[in-house]
């Protein structure tokens, strides 16, 4: 699946392509997973292994996402849980791994439990349905490249290309 997003962001976007981050090393994600108490889907395994996060302003899913790096994930998580003897689970849950981060705040996250894909926000909370929830991560990158190839939208975000960065715009009038 990376290989479709690279090509794409080599030819149309070759800043944001330019910031990709160099793959992880394994011993990064096992320390993330140690830290963290989970083992990472197979899915955010291999993309970490592909690209360790997107880099500083570059390349995310729609519309305003930034991926992480392995141990920005463990960092995001432990402040997302607090000190580990308080999870709320009315807004946060050990067993979900941001992998995202909103440029205005927030994450996407997998639910290990599910596999699922959802979003969080402070003010808002978990969202679990609707626009930000895929049946996998790999899902995600998956229709994130058709929408790149195509230049079809995805939910309501359409790839566009400004001085050679990757941005959404919104199909939503």
């Known amino acids: 699946m990376w290989r479709r997003v690279e090509r794409w962001l080599a030819r149309r976007a070759p800043v944001t392509f330019k910031r990709l ?13 140690a830290a963290m ?9 291999a993309s970490l292994l592909r690209h360790d996060g997107g880099g500083s302003w570059g390349f995310g899913p729609a519309p305003f996402y930034e991926l992480m790096s392995a141990k920005d994930i463990r960092s ?3 402040m997302l849980c607090g000190d580990g003897n308080d999870l709320l689970d009315d807004w946060w849950n ?4 941001p992998f995202a981060y909103a440029n205005d705040g927030g994450n996407l996250f997998v639910d ?5 894909t959802g979003e969080f926000f402070n003010e808002e909370g978990l969202t679990l349905e609707g626009d930000v929830v895929w049946p996998s ?3 995600l990158l998956k229709a ?3 929408s790149l190839e195509t230049g079809r939208p995805i939910r309501g975000w359409r790839p566009k290309v400004v001085k050679g960065e990757l941005e959404w715009e919104s199909t939503r009038g």
């Open 137 to 139: 991560y790999l899902a």
């Open 94 to 97: 050990g067993h979900l791994i």
């Open 21 to 33: 981050r160099p793959p992880a090393r394994p011993l990064d994600i096992a320390r993330s997973e």
């Open 144 to 146: 994130t490249a058709r």
């Open 76 to 78: 995001e998580w432990k």
């Open 112 to 116: 290990t439990r599910t596999g699922k």
């Open 37 to 45: 108490g989970l083992r990472f889907p197979h899915d955010l395994r």
